[in-house]
């Protein structure tokens, strides 16, 4: 079982920017994937970004692509998700996750195992 700690969140104007971070523990997540999803209001969670199962490369929402960066540094067992140039369509709760075992798509809510508790992103006009 691992926990995860999602802060950073906040109230933003449009493009601004906010680095959101995923602090887990109880397990080292170095090895694990993990990924970013986000949920708005009356809409389901989507997907954000994401790492790949070797970790060597990343993958994005096209809504957020160019302008979100997801980074890891494992020495802290932190994720991070760097949002730049921030749009009112970007506001939602946001929420770090971590896959266990490979085989599963990084895009699905179903293939992470632990998730945090979410942290409010709000984005004004």
């Known amino acids: 079982q691992v926990q995860l700690v999602e802060s950073g969140g906040g109230l933003v104007q449009a493009g601004d920017s906010l680095r959101l971070s995923c602090v887990a523990s109880g397990r080292t997540v170095s090895s694990y994937p993990m990924g970013w999803f986000r949920q708005a209001p009356g809409k389901e969670r989507e997907f954000v970004a994401a790492f790949t199962w070797t970790g060597g490369d990343t993958w994005y929402a096209n809504s957020v692509k160019d302008r979100f960066t997801i980074s890891r540094d494992n020495t802290k067992n932190t994720c991070y998700l760097q949002m730049n140039n921030l749009k009112p369509d970007d506001t939602a709760v946001y929420y770090c996750?971590?896959?266990?075992?490979?085989?599963?798509?990084?895009?699905?809510?179903?293939?992470?195992?632990?998730w945090g508790q979410g942290t409010q992103v709000t984005v004004s006009s």
């Open positions: 996750a971590v896959r266990l075992s490979s085989g599963r798509a990084y895009y699905l809510t179903t293939s992470y195992d632990n």
